[in-house]
């Protein structure tokens, strides 16, 4: 009943039909693989860090005010939760408290997202860490480490 309506970039989704609808892009265009979130959430960073909303964080290719800077993209997406971004010279972390939706589509995109958005500003990742995800306990914290080389 939500897609009855025409939804906009403002539009507020409930978090379970945001999910099913996220599964059925993944089965539709991807054959149901759970990294097309990741491969997404990096479509969205260049969209969103070129030609979108937030490209004035990645213009001057700032890191550490890229990632000041991420936690407020979080809330723009997402009502629950928060995303906590540390810049450190060899690698940068990201951790999501609170998921309101413990959801690989939330885990995948938005650190695909920010692996893809540190890219951006000149760092190369050399090596991604997962610490704690969606699969692991009820989900609630997510946490990467992108070390650069």
């Known amino acids: 009943p939500v897609f009855k309506t025409p939804i906009l970039a403002t539009s507020l989704l409930p978090v379970q039909t945001y999910a099913f609808f996220q599964d059925q892009c993944a089965k539709e265009f991807f054959g149901g693989d759970e990294n097309s979130y990741w491969e997404m959430g990096e479509a969205a960073a260049v969209w969103a860090l070129t030609d979108g909303p937030y490209a004035a964080l990645a213009k001057d290719k700032n890191y550490k005010i890229l990632m000041d800077k991420l936690p407020l993209v979080w809330s723009m997406y997402f009502t629950a939760g928060r995303l906590d971004t540390k810049a450190f010279d060899d690698h940068a972390e990201f951790k999501i408290i609170g998921n309101g939706l413990p959801h690989v589509c939330v885990e995948y995109a938005v650190m695909g997202f920010g692996r893809k958005a540190i ?27 992108f070390w650069f080389g």
């Open 119 to 145: 890219e951006m500003v000149g760092k190369k990742t050399k090596t991604s860490k997962r610490l704690a995800g969606v699969k692991d306990g009820d989900g609630s914290v997510v946490h990467y480490e």
